[in-house]
Nanobody, 126 residues
Framework: QVQLVESGGGLVPAGGSLRLSCAVS????????MGWFRQAPGKEREFVAG????????YYADSVKGRFTISRDNAKNTVDLQMNSLKPEDTAVYYC???????????????????WGQGTQVVVSS
Protein backbone atom coordinates (compact mmCIF):
# COMPACT_ATOMS: atom_id res chain seq x y z
CA GLN A 1 0.00 0.00 0.00
CA VAL A 2 1.23 3.50 -0.90
CA GLN A 3 0.79 6.30 1.66
CA LEU A 4 0.91 9.99 0.69
CA VAL A 5 0.97 12.98 3.07
CA GLU A 6 0.89 16.56 1.75
CA SER A 7 2.23 19.57 3.64
CA GLY A 8 3.31 23.17 3.06
CA GLY A 9 -0.01 24.87 2.37
CA GLY A 10 -0.97 28.20 3.87
CA LEU A 11 -2.17 31.75 3.31
CA VAL A 12 -0.11 33.99 1.02
CA PRO A 13 -0.66 37.28 -0.83
CA ALA A 14 -0.99 37.40 -4.61
CA GLY A 15 2.44 37.26 -6.22
CA GLY A 16 3.89 35.22 -3.38
CA SER A 17 5.32 31.71 -3.32
CA LEU A 18 4.73 28.41 -1.57
CA ARG A 19 6.45 25.04 -1.71
CA LEU A 20 4.26 21.99 -1.20
CA SER A 21 5.69 18.62 -0.27
CA CYS A 22 4.26 15.10 -0.58
CA ALA A 23 5.88 12.43 1.58
CA VAL A 24 5.67 8.99 -0.03
CA SER A 25 6.00 5.60 1.64
CA UNK A 26 4.97 1.98 1.09
CA UNK A 27 6.81 1.07 -2.11
CA UNK A 28 10.06 1.94 -3.84
CA UNK A 29 9.87 5.73 -4.22
CA UNK A 30 12.04 5.91 -7.33
CA UNK A 31 9.48 3.84 -9.26
CA UNK A 32 6.42 6.01 -8.41
CA UNK A 33 4.99 8.14 -11.26
CA MET A 34 3.50 11.06 -9.30
CA GLY A 35 1.23 14.01 -9.97
CA TRP A 36 -0.44 17.00 -8.30
CA PHE A 37 -4.12 17.95 -8.51
CA ARG A 38 -6.19 20.70 -6.92
CA GLN A 39 -9.83 21.33 -6.10
CA ALA A 40 -11.20 24.86 -5.73
CA PRO A 41 -14.50 25.65 -3.96
CA GLY A 42 -17.44 24.69 -6.17
CA LYS A 43 -15.24 23.09 -8.83
CA GLU A 44 -14.14 19.58 -9.77
CA ARG A 45 -10.67 18.35 -9.01
CA GLU A 46 -8.25 19.26 -11.81
CA PHE A 47 -4.77 18.26 -12.90
CA VAL A 48 -1.90 20.62 -12.02
CA ALA A 49 1.44 18.90 -12.67
CA GLY A 50 2.92 15.46 -13.10
CA UNK A 51 5.81 13.28 -14.21
CA UNK A 52 5.61 11.35 -17.48
CA UNK A 53 7.87 8.70 -15.97
CA UNK A 54 8.92 7.87 -12.42
CA UNK A 55 12.36 9.32 -13.16
CA UNK A 56 11.24 12.63 -14.67
CA UNK A 57 9.63 14.25 -17.69
CA UNK A 58 7.39 16.91 -16.13
CA TYR A 59 4.19 18.33 -17.66
CA TYR A 60 1.71 20.96 -16.48
CA ALA A 61 -1.75 22.42 -16.80
CA ASP A 62 -1.78 25.50 -19.04
CA SER A 63 -2.98 27.65 -16.14
CA VAL A 64 0.20 27.03 -14.09
CA LYS A 65 2.83 26.55 -16.80
CA GLY A 66 5.82 28.81 -16.20
CA ARG A 67 4.83 29.45 -12.58
CA PHE A 68 4.82 25.99 -10.96
CA THR A 69 7.59 23.38 -10.93
CA ILE A 70 7.24 19.75 -9.89
CA SER A 71 10.29 17.94 -8.54
CA ARG A 72 11.26 14.93 -6.47
CA ASP A 73 13.74 14.53 -3.64
CA ASN A 74 14.89 10.91 -3.50
CA ALA A 75 16.87 11.48 -0.30
CA LYS A 76 13.71 12.55 1.56
CA ASN A 77 11.20 10.43 -0.40
CA THR A 78 9.12 13.47 -1.34
CA VAL A 79 7.50 14.94 -4.43
CA ASP A 80 7.42 18.74 -4.27
CA LEU A 81 5.51 21.51 -6.02
CA GLN A 82 7.16 24.93 -6.10
CA MET A 83 4.49 27.58 -6.73
CA ASN A 84 5.58 31.09 -7.73
CA SER A 85 3.65 34.19 -8.80
CA LEU A 86 0.55 32.89 -7.08
CA LYS A 87 -2.86 34.21 -8.11
CA PRO A 88 -6.18 34.23 -6.22
CA GLU A 89 -7.49 31.65 -8.70
CA ASP A 90 -4.81 29.24 -7.41
CA THR A 91 -6.76 28.99 -4.15
CA ALA A 92 -7.64 25.32 -3.66
CA VAL A 93 -6.93 22.15 -1.74
CA TYR A 94 -3.89 20.53 -3.35
CA TYR A 95 -3.47 16.75 -3.55
CA CYS A 96 -0.67 14.47 -4.63
CA UNK A 97 -1.36 11.05 -6.14
CA UNK A 98 0.31 8.10 -7.81
CA UNK A 99 -0.45 7.39 -11.45
CA UNK A 100 -1.91 3.95 -12.15
CA UNK A 101 0.44 1.35 -13.59
CA UNK A 102 -1.53 1.01 -16.85
CA UNK A 103 -2.29 4.72 -17.39
CA UNK A 104 -1.20 6.60 -20.51
CA UNK A 105 2.02 8.60 -20.17
CA UNK A 106 1.19 12.30 -19.81
CA UNK A 107 -2.41 11.73 -18.70
CA UNK A 108 -4.33 14.59 -17.04
CA UNK A 109 -7.28 12.44 -16.00
CA UNK A 110 -8.13 12.03 -12.31
CA UNK A 111 -9.24 8.46 -13.08
CA UNK A 112 -5.67 7.52 -14.00
CA UNK A 113 -4.33 8.25 -10.50
CA UNK A 114 -4.75 6.45 -7.20
CA UNK A 115 -3.35 6.40 -3.64
CA TRP A 116 -4.46 10.00 -2.99
CA GLY A 117 -3.18 12.05 -0.08
CA GLN A 118 -5.42 13.96 2.34
CA GLY A 119 -4.73 17.35 0.72
CA THR A 120 -3.25 20.64 1.90
CA GLN A 121 -5.05 24.00 1.73
CA VAL A 122 -3.63 26.91 -0.27
CA VAL A 123 -5.27 30.34 0.00
CA VAL A 124 -4.05 33.26 -2.11
CA SER A 125 -5.39 36.68 -1.13
CA SER A 126 -5.68 39.66 -3.46
Amino acid sequence: QVQLVESGGGLVPAGGSLRLSCAVSGRTFSRFPMGWFRQAPGKEREFVAGFKWSGGGSYYADSVKGRFTISRDNAKNTVDLQMNSLKPEDTAVYYCARRRDMAVVGTRSEADFDSWGQGTQVVVSS
